[in-house]
């Protein structure tokens, strides 16, 4: 059983593109993750969900844009993609008032071209 | 807001021999700590962590300790294996409602047989 699972697991695209990650998790957690890995392996947050409202939401460009149709999934759309962009995204889940271990998820490596 | 410094980037190990990767913090407020691992193109898994009023906590052959005052705290890693060989992060928190992980910037393990 995967705890959990992003689509796709790689994903190249050219610059200007839109494109879509997603992720889920059968957890039962309250909330979930976006988090960013850069090439130096620097994981830093983007954005967090509790039970779908937006609680995190840090200095991310707003090409970015999450949502969470229900607490089991957060997905990432991204718009206009830059080179920059280039990264592995991880999602992760937690829940509030259990451990607080973070879940992540097997990643997703964009490549922009 | 939190930042939090980790310290080697690198370090290569014999097998059996020691091993400790230190962290500093910023926010005096930041009450949890925990350290997560990260092989190869793998996703980081939580292997173990503390809270502000702890000063030591072991797992088997990990050991993680914290010092509030001096806002810094480590992770030590004993009889080192082959297998722990892997990207090694810390993280600091504190509760406002919700959990900001702010990670550092990762130490690269190598263990030699």
């Known amino acids: 059983d995967t705890a959990v699972s992003q689509t796709p697991k790689y994903l190249v695209t050219q610059m200007g593109n839109d494109k879509s990650i997603k992720c889920e998790q059968n957890?039962?957690?309250?909330?979930m993750y976006w988090y960013k890995q850069d090439s130096k392996k620097f994981l830093k947050i983007m954005f967090s969900?509790?039970?779908?409202?937006?609680?995190i939401n840090e200095t991310v460009p707003n090409r970015f844009s999450p949502k969470s149709p229900d607490k089991a999934h957060l997905n990432l759309h991204i718009n206009s993609l830059e080179l920059g962009d280039s990264a592995v995204y991880f999602c992760?889940?937690?829940?509030?008032?259990?451990?607080?271990?973070?879940?992540f998820g097997p990643g997703t490596r964009l490549t922009v071209t | 807001g939190e930042n939090v410094e980790q310290h080697p980037s690198t370090l290569s190990v014999q097998e059996g021999d020691s091993a400790v990767i230190k962290c500093t913090y910023s926010?005096?407020?930041?009450?949890?700590f925990p350290w997560y691992k990260q092989e190869l193109g793998k996703r980081p898994q939580l292997i173990i962590d503390i809270r502000s009023n702890v000063g030591e906590k072991k797992d088997q052959r990990i050991a993680v300790t914290l010092n509030k005052t001096a806002k810094h705290f480590s992770l030590h890693i004993t009889e080192t294996q082959p297998e722990d060989s892997a990207v090694y992060f810390c993280?600091?928190?504190?509760?406002?409602?919700?959990?900001?992980?702010?990670f550092g910037t990762g130490t690269r393990l190598l263990v030699s047989p």
């Open positions: 957890l039962g957690h309250d909330t």
């Open positions: 969900y509790n039970n779908k409202e937006l609680i």
């Open positions: 992760a889940s937690s829940q509030e008032g259990q451990s607080d271990e973070q879940y």
């Open positions: 993280a600091a928190s504190r509760w406002t409602g919700f959990q900001k992980l702010v």
């Open positions: 926010d005096s407020a930041s009450n949890y």
